[in-house]
């Protein structure tokens, strides 16, 4: 046995001992939550009907963890599909709210679950697509997978790379493994130029790293739903406002903020109307709860047509909260106030929207910081105390989502940049197998 079938083997066994050790937890969450249990099939390897009933077809798999980089990764797709229309494009990811846009934004019938990382999930997919071009969009590193798909003849490439403070000294650690998993990827295309030295440090072969900038910043606005239509209506009618939505909410950050919001809003806005998003959809009965027993008056998305409208809005649904943006007069950005490394601050920005996040930002600091420097964004741990502040000041909440609008539109191009890159590994129509093929 060579050195490397010995290294993969190794982490094989132990990724394994990790799922099985892991089980109990991941059982409860399911019994629970029904988290997890979705796709569960399919990440064991069984290939859904719908992704054999298109026929042959050249085949480009894209996969997209979550929301945030199923988003990223629209425009690009859109572009890959007007240069190869006679390639399929497939879409995989890893959570339920991702699975559930990307099935309304690419088709059900080229969206499935991204299968554990063990020979026997990933080989049937490999087999059923037989995929020309592999695209990872951020931090995707799984060893077994990016050997199995090099050694199938598929080209890799890795789009929107990015190494997190936290990850790094993590990836670090494991350098030896990592350096021949990465070299079966033709392609590094790094958010910033950070990110391209430490993808260079971990053991991505330096002449295949480049820095393309943000896909995020080159998102589309989302256009305006029914349900934003409606709400304005429905403000506008009860005398409502102004508007704070707080997006993408963690546990640990709706108790504080319905706090605040009683203190530091209501008292100088008594009509003040405070739009509650929780990132998971799991917690959506519990914050509303919370909400009610701490004496707000609250309405769910789910249950508003046929309830009035209160003080609190919970928006108990997926893939509605970017597009409400455009009724808020400040916008709170959640999982920056509890540890957990922050949210996309950008679906403000496209409205022109006053954002304010808390310190732990680590997760999108690029952004932050691009943000910070040129004054679009306030850092507060009162983030209430602080929306209070600029509806007090509506110039100064104008300069600062006007500043916000400006971020975005300079930073646009990354769309462009990666897909100029990836261009010529979908023309190179005879791949060879990679260096990590193992028997």
């Known amino acids: 046995m060579t050195s490397a079938a010995a290294m993969y083997l190794l982490y094989s066994s132990l990724l394994a001992l990790a799922v099985v050790l892991s089980a109990p937890w991941w059982l409860l969450r399911m019994a629970l939550h029904g988290k997890y249990r979705a796709g569960l099939s399919e990440r064991l390897g069984r290939v859904p009907p719908r992704l054999r009933a298109v026929g042959l077809q050249p085949a480009i798999w894209i996969h997209a963890v979550s929301v945030g980089e199923a988003l990223?990764?629209?425009?690009?797709?859109?572009?890959?599909?007007?240069?190869?229309?006679?390639?399929?494009?497939?879409?995989?990811?890893?959570?339920?709210?991702?699975?559930?846009?990307?099935?309304?934004?690419?088709?059900?019938?080229?969206?499935?679950?991204?299968?554990?990382?063990?020979?026997?999930?990933?080989?049937?997919?490999?087999?059923?697509?037989?995929?020309?071009?592999?695209?990872?969009?951020?931090?995707?590193?799984?060893?077994?997978?990016?050997r199995l798909a090099r050694s199938s003849g598929a080209q890799i490439?890795?789009?929107?790379?990015?190494?997190?403070?936290?990850?790094?000294?993590r990836y670090r650690r494991w350098q030896n493994l990592l350096r021949?998993?990465?070299?079966?990827?033709?392609?590094?295309?790094?958010?910033?130029?950070?990110?391209?030295?430490?993808?260079?440090?971990?053991?991505?072969?330096?002449?295949?790293?480049?820095?393309?900038?943000n896909l995020k910043f080159d998102i589309r606005p989302p256009a305006e739903t029914a349900l934003v239509a409606e709400l304005r209506a429905a403000i506008r009618q009860a005398g409502l406002g102004p508007v704070i939505v707080a997006g993408s909410t963690v546990e640990g950050e709706e108790g504080p903020l319905l706090r605040e919001f009683a203190a530091a809003v209501q008292p100088h806005f008594p009509n003040a109307l405070l739009v509650l998003a929780p990132r998971h959809p799991e917690r959506f009965a519990a914050v509303a709860e919370q909400a009610m027993r701490s004496g707000h008056a609250l309405v769910r998305r789910s249950e508003w047509a046929a309830r009035p409208l209160a003080r609190v809005f919970l928006l108990d649904s997926i893939g509605e909260l970017a597009s409400l943006y455009a009724l808020a007069d400040v916008a709170i950005a959640g999982g920056s106030f509890a540890p957990r490394g922050g949210h996309n601050i950008l679906e403000p920005a496209f409205f022109s929207k006053p954002i304010v996040i808390g310190p732990h930002y680590h997760n999108f600091r690029d952004i932050v910081e691009r943000f910070l420097r040129s004054d679009a964004v306030i850092i507060s741990q009162q983030p209430l105390q602080a929306a209070a502040a600029l509806l007090n000041q509506p110039a100064r909440a104008e300069q600062l989502g006007s500043h916000a609008a400006a971020?975005?539109?300079?930073?646009?191009?990354?769309?462009?940049?990666?897909?100029?890159?990836?261009?010529?590994?979908?023309?190179?129509?005879?791949?060879?197998?990679?260096?990590?093929?193992?028997?």
């Not at 990015?162 to 000294?169: A, E, K, N, V």
């Open 180 to 213: 021949r998993a990465l070299a079966n990827i033709s392609l590094f295309c790094a958010q910033t130029e950070t990110d391209a030295q430490r993808l260079r440090q971990i053991g991505a072969p330096i002449e295949r790293v480049h820095t393309s900038g």
């Open 72 to 146: 990223a990764v629209a425009s690009l797709i859109d572009r890959l599909r007007g240069e190869f229309p006679a390639h399929r494009i497939v879409v995989s990811t890893t959570t339920n709210t991702g699975q559930q846009l990307a099935r309304k934004r690419f088709g059900a019938e080229n969206v499935f679950y991204f299968p554990l990382d063990f020979a026997f999930c990933i080989r049937p997919y490999l087999r059923a697509l037989q995929p020309r071009l592999v695209v990872l969009a951020e931090t995707e590193f799984w060893p077994n997978f990016l």
């Open 157 to 169: 490439a890795v789009v929107n790379a990015r190494i997190s403070d936290r990850s790094f000294p």
């Open 407 to 439: 971020v975005l539109h300079a930073e646009r191009g990354a769309t462009d940049r990666t897909f100029n890159a990836l261009r010529g590994l979908v023309l190179d129509a005879v791949p060879q197998p990679g260096p990590q093929e193992v028997a």
